[in-house]
């Protein structure tokens, strides 16, 4: 799960060094952390019934060592092209590796261990994103960008071996008819409402098509939910959606999760393409977040076993919305010590966001529903990251295209810093909706 998650952002520092290379710009790269995620939700789907039909084991080793290879040939690519396809190929690795693993857990998990349990699962989704841009930069720096996707063979065998050792044989199968239909009208939803917000503001795209993509995406969505509700056996069972606690963590809880997603991407851009400084500068200012993160981690558990879920979102949530604003406050003449105070805070409220979030969506569900809410849980989590990127994207290149394109300043910046900010207040309306006693049987 860490290599999932840091492959998604280490390139973010190393995006503007991978762009000069291939002629492009950095604000159009963001197409291979697009893809990436956009892979990843396409095919998680599909993850929970291979699991259930060749075994969570063989499944697990697998989709790492093809993750390996794809790592490989990011490295070698000569275009931007090859970049975006081995990235492709990265993804469909990811999307079974990172589910898979949860519902390992899931599984064996009780009730009453599982605020632990994803305590722990929480720290690799954390720490790795916050830990890639400045491992990205460095890397950069003083060796070349190569390096960073590279350094995923020996991660990865590292990670194979742990599988052969740890993970049981004998895992849970269970032959079942594969939905088709649903699989793909699900994964046109999916690739179809992403694409057309990455295609906002891209140079000769109409808007009027992006707006139409999304608008079948979204048809295609409905579509799947009719089948789910309607099919004997959907691919993945929306059973888990009468739970309120998951309703309310998958719909608010994922535009939110999505709106934190978008920082990795914007503060490392805004750092070397608005204030000059270099990938490493860049990188260990990003390290303040995950300062935060580990400051917070040791009283996360307690906080959540003594304190009210909808309390703990809606501090943590107003906090995470101002440090946004925060960010769009800084300039080139912000001295480095405030920006480290900033985004220290940041942290710290990332870190309790998506670790209540997290706890709250499994908080209620019944056991035998545990299935197909990691599956729903795992499409949101890649899906909103995608989106986040995705959008952070768009919004930069629209608003450079008032100033004529080209280069983007620090005000564009500081507009996508704003937008992304009132998006997640809007989320936030659901955490009221949080009833009182929400997660009593984790307590």
């Known amino acids: 799960m860490f290599m999932e998650q840091l492959d998604g952002t280490i390139l973010v520092t190393a995006l503007p060094n991978i762009a000069a290379s291939f002629g492009e710009t950095a604000a ?4 291979s952390v697009s893809a990436y995620f956009v892979t990843l939700a396409f095919m998680i789907p599909a993850s929970g019934w ?39 190929l990265q993804g469909l690795g990811g999307a079974m590796m990172v589910p898979v693993g949860r519902l390992i857990v899931l599984r064996e998990t009780e009730k009453t261990d599982l605020i632990r349990a994803i305590a722990y699962l929480t720290w690799p989704a954390l720490s790795a994103p916050l830990l890639g841009p400045p491992l990205g930069g460095f890397i950069t720096s003083y060796f070349s ?23 049981p044989a004998s895992q849970f199968i269970e032959r079942r008819r594969f939905d088709a239909a649903g699989f793909f009208l699900t994964g046109t939803a999916i690739l179809s409402v992403l694409f057309g917000i990455e295609m906002l503001g891209r140079h000769g795209v109409p808007i009027v098509a992006a707006i139409a993509l999304f608008c079948f995406g979204m048809a295609c969505g ?15 069972s929306l059973e888990a959606f009468r739970t309120l606690t ?17 920082l990795p991407f914007l503060l490392p851009l805004l750092f070397q393409v608005g204030f000059g400084l270099d990938p490493v500068m860049s990188g260990t200012l990003i390290l303040a977040i995950f300062a935060g993160n580990l400051g917070m981690k ?60 997290s706890t ?84």
């Open 145 to 167: 960008w190569h390096w960073i996707f590279y350094i995923n063979v020996p991660l990865g065998l590292i990670a194979l071996f742990f599988v052969w050792k740890i993970v």
């Open 246 to 262: 998951f309703r309310l963590a998958m719909r608010g809880g994922g535009v939110f999760r999505g709106c934190l997603a978008a």
């Open 222 to 236: 409905l579509a799947a939910i009719r089948r789910g509700l309607t099919t004997p056996a959907p691919l993945i």
């Open 298 to 357: 040791p009283a996360t558990t307690f906080v959540l076993r003594h304190v009210k879920f909808r309390n703990i979102m809606l501090a943590s949530g107003c906090i995470a919305v101002a440090t946004m604003i925060g960010c769009a406050l800084l300039t080139g003449n912000t001295p480095h010590m405030v920006i480290v105070a900033l985004l220290f805070v940041s942290g710290l409220s990332r870190s309790m966001q998506f670790t209540s979030l």
């Open 50 to 88: 291979i699991a259930d039909r060749l075994g969570a084991k063989r499944v697990y080793a697998c989709a790492i060592a093809l993750f390996i290879l794809a790592s490989i040939l990011c490295g070698a690519s000569q275009n931007v092209w090859q970049f975006v396809g081995a990235r492709i």
């Open 360 to 443: 709250l969506a499994f908080s209620d569900v019944p056991k035998p529903s545990m299935g197909g809410a990691n599956t729903l849980f795992s499409m949101q989590q890649q899906a909103a990251n995608a989106c986040g990127v995705a959008t952070a994207g768009a919004l930069l290149r629209l608003v450079s295209m008032a100033h004529g394109g080209g280069a983007q300043t620090v005000a564009d910046f500081q507009f996508a810093f704003i937008a992304i900010a009132v998006i997640a207040v809007v989320a936030m309306t659901d955490f009221f909706k949080v009833p009182h006693n929400a997660g009593e049987a984790l307590r």
């Open 28 to 31: 159009r790269l963001d197409l």
